[in-house]
């Protein structure tokens, strides 16, 4: 009768193997067989309330009994009791170290407070005793996508492909990652295949979208997210994706569409964010700036709502990067790591010119474009800010964690750009772990850098500052000071480009600029629209139609609504 119950729930006949162990267990009350066979049962049939009761009197019985811990883990799970579900799953490798399962199980409830690393290295270990197993290699995949180990995350995506899980997710996963990874064209191809697997898949559509957008290709673009919209008519992001690559008019059923879905009820503030923001720059094209800035307010007010933000967050780190940065010295340190790849930093403000500087740098044959890079953030952040304290060993660990990081990127390339812009904040350390480094600071109009980063919604967590005019002026003023003190704690590390000198007068800058990261003169970095190199960031229509003048002053025609905050710059 054991053996059947077990077939049973190997089909997934939940009802009828509940009722024959439960029919079973009045007879056999102490039978942890089938107390436990019974808690699956329940399980299967949605009730992990009862479950938890029924495994819990097995364990009672058998307290190293690893099968009903791991049910056990999998009841408290679905009754919200993430971290009694994580004690679970470790009793149950506990009583059977080999219990893949388990493992896999575990390094779930990893990724569900955020710990990445140790979600990883659960699923792998699950992996090394059940080599076939297709979930915990999606688990695994997604745990390096959720860490933002983007071509690891690629890699284990491929290899669900090649063990036979071709399927619509999988695809979509693989050309999302191939976005992020900057290859849109293999990116196109694969969002097609999830398409094909998926018709109705709209998401793919959008994401398709951003990729056409990357390659400059705005009608391709629209038409991807009018895709997406006819598949799925509510989709916020799907409109405001199409109001940066169509210009809309006043009458478009569009801008209606738009208008109506502001009173839907079930829209989230994300949404609503999102789509006051699309409203804003559909006003704007058809010159109605009143209105437009009303939306643009809006959508910026609800942005900052959802992260909670306050600027007293920044002035505290500022505070603890100022405090610290003397500690950092080069001469202190002892270094044996053969870098072979030097990293070229480019910093500043968002939205300051970054993706352009880039483009101009990464255009030379001996430099590999990185983009917006994690990991100078990743591994020194907190040892820049204080919260780990310094010594030189820890400052050697963040220079071997970081090169080590860049030279899959890098590919053996002499050189790479790393264009986060808020490694700002970061050159004390950096100018100490890899004396080596370039490091450019991108120095734009502060009115223009300031509305540029308002206008935008942005759609990282780290950018609070973005969503309050009053915010982004005053962090811009700790980036300004945070600047100086560099300056004159590191005076000529630091290679100043300005951005409107660049757009003025091109041919000298970008020369001054190629001379001051020590790289020999090449024609090629005074086209960076020709560099077919794709950008992901929000400067990518742009950088497509190269250098050119008038950015810095599109903030003006917003002027009479802006309440002088902008002033303090033209004292």
């Not at 790289?519 to 950088?543: F, H, I, M, Y």
């Amino acid at each position: 009768q054991i053996t059947e119950i077990a077939t049973l729930i190997e089909k997934g006949e939940w009802a009828a193997s509940e009722s024959q162990s439960a029919r079973l267990i009045r007879t056999f009350p102490n039978n942890v067989l089938l107390l436990n066979m019974n808690g699956v049962a329940l399980l299967g049939l949605g009730n992990a309330k009862r479950a938890a009761e029924l495994l819990n009197l097995a364990l009672a019985l058998k307290p190293d009994y690893a099968d009903a811990h791991q049910n056990l883990g999998l009841a408290l799970q679905q009754t919200n009791q993430p971290e009694a579900a994580l004690k679970a799953f470790e009793k149950a490798i506990e009583f059977n170290p080999k219990f893949a399962k388990a493992y896999d199980n575990l390094g779930s409830m990893h990724q569900f407070f955020g710990r990445f690393e140790e979600a990883i290295e659960y699923h792998k270990s699950s992996l090394v005793i059940d080599p076939n197993s297709l979930e915990a290699r999606k688990n695994l995949a997604v745990a390096f996508r959720n860490s933002k180990q983007n071509r690891e995350a690629l890699e284990a995506f491929q290899a669900l492909i090649s063990l036979g899980k071709d399927t619509a997710e999988t695809r979509f996963e693989i050309g999302s990652l191939l976005r992020k990874l900057e290859n849109p064209s293999d990116a196109i191809v694969s969002l097609n295949k999830a398409i094909a697997l998926n018709e109705s898949y709209s998401e793919a559509l959008i994401v398709r979208g951003h990729c056409e957008r990357m390659l400059g290709d705005k009608d391709a673009a629209a038409q991807s997210y009018r895709n997406a919209l006819q598949l799925e008519p509510a989709s916020v992001r799907a409109y405001f994706s199409l109001s940066h690559v169509t210009k809309f008019e006043e009458d478009d059923t569009e801008v209606e569409a738009m208008h109506a879905l502001l009173q839907e009820p079930s829209l989230n503030n994300e949404a609503l964010s999102l789509l006051n923001f699309a409203l804003g720059y559909a006003h704007e094209h058809f010159a109605d700036l009143t209105t437009a800035f009303e939306f643009l307010e809006r959508g910026n007010s609800i942005r900052k709502q959802v992260l909670d933000f306050d600027i007293s967050q920044d002035v505290e780190l500022f505070e603890n990067i100022t405090v610290n940065s003397s500690m950092f010295k080069t001469e202190d340190l002892e270094f044996s790591n053969n870098n072979n790849t030097v990293p070229i930093f480019i910093i500043g403000m968002p939205r300051s010119g970054t993706s352009l500087t880039e483009q101009i740098i990464c255009a030379h044959p001996l430099v590999k474009g990185g983009g917006e890079l994690p990991f100078a953030a990743k591994f020194g952040k907190d040892l820049a800010s204080g919260y780990t304290p310094y010594s030189a060993s820890a400052v050697l660990e963040f220079r071997e964690a970081y090169l080590k990081s860049i030279a899959s990127i890098a590919e053996g390339s002499a050189f790479i750009t790393d264009k986060m812009p808020h490694n700002f904040r970061l050159i004390g350390l950096i100018a100490a772990a890899i004396p080596e480094a370039k490091i450019v600071h991108v120095r734009r109009d502060p009115s223009a850098t300031c509305w540029s980063n308002y206008y935008l919604s942005f759609r990282t967590k780290g950018l609070g500052y973005t969503y309050d005019l009053n915010d982004v002026v005053e962090h811009y003023d700790l980036y300004d000071t945070l600047m100086s003190h560099w300056n004159k704690q590191l005076p000529g590390r630091v290679f100043e480009l300005d951005y409107e000198m660049l757009t003025k007068n091109q041919d000298e800058t970008i020369r001054k600029l190629i001379a001051a990261i020590e790289l020999d003169w090449n024609d090629a970095c005074l086209a960076p629209e020709e560099n077919k190199r794709a950008v992901l960031t929000a400067s990518s229509g742009q950088v497509k139609e190269g250098v050119y003048k008038g950015s810095s002053e599109k903030w003006r025609k917003y002027e009479p609504f802006l309440d002088g905050v902008f002033d303090r710059f033209n004292k």
